[in-house]
């Protein structure tokens, strides 16, 4: 399976063809709260995410660039933000990019073709509107951190959570 003739990474075509067609919403691997964490250690939360179905995928992946006015490149960067080293460079060609998934706020989780065609990895826009941010480096060290949703654990964990609050 392809979008844009980029092959899509085989877990992924294996969680669209398991969800017929459907959005599947996914949940971080760890139970703790405390460690929500990145595949490169770094504070992480996955918050509402979901995986789109693949003709979501093609519409997103075709607006994905005429949401990021060039003219706005110059204010990209917080001082923070620009010294983290998840931080993307400014991304100014996105034929190389197919959004995959997002939050339940509209924040894009994409796959980054541009350094390894067989191997993407996977960033995403926290906040929209901040600096694009790598959150794997690869599709598979992604998918190994996330797992199905399960309403009922999220709700534990989220209680959990508020209740150290």
């Known amino acids: 399976m392809e979008l844009n003739g980029l092959p899509l990474p085989a877990a992924l075509v294996q969680i669209l063809q398991d969800a017929n067609g459907e959005t599947t ?23 509402d995410f979901m995986i789109l179905r693949y003709e979501t995928m093609v519409r997103e992946t075709a607006d994905l660039p005429g949401r ?26 996105y034929s190389q990019i197919v959004v995959f998934g997002k939050k339940g706020s509209g924040e894009p989780y994409c796959l980054d073709y541009r350094e390894n065609p067989q191997a993407p990895s996977v960033f995403h826009l926290p906040h929209y509107g901040a ?35």
């Open 25 to 47: 919403g996914w949940m971080l691997k760890d139970p703790d709260w405390r460690k929500q964490v990145n595949a490169y250690g770094d504070e992480f939360d996955l918050g």
């Open 68 to 93: 990021f006015d060039p003219s706005r490149e110059k204010y990209y960067y917080s001082n923070r933000e620009a010294k983290e080293p998840s931080t993307l460079p400014y991304i100014r060609d």
């Open 131 to 165: 600096c694009w941010m790598r959150v794997a480096p690869s599709s598979d060290s992604f998918r190994e951190l996330i797992i199905p949703l399960d309403d009922d654990e999220y709700d534990r964990r989220i209680a959990e959570e508020e209740a150290e609050e």
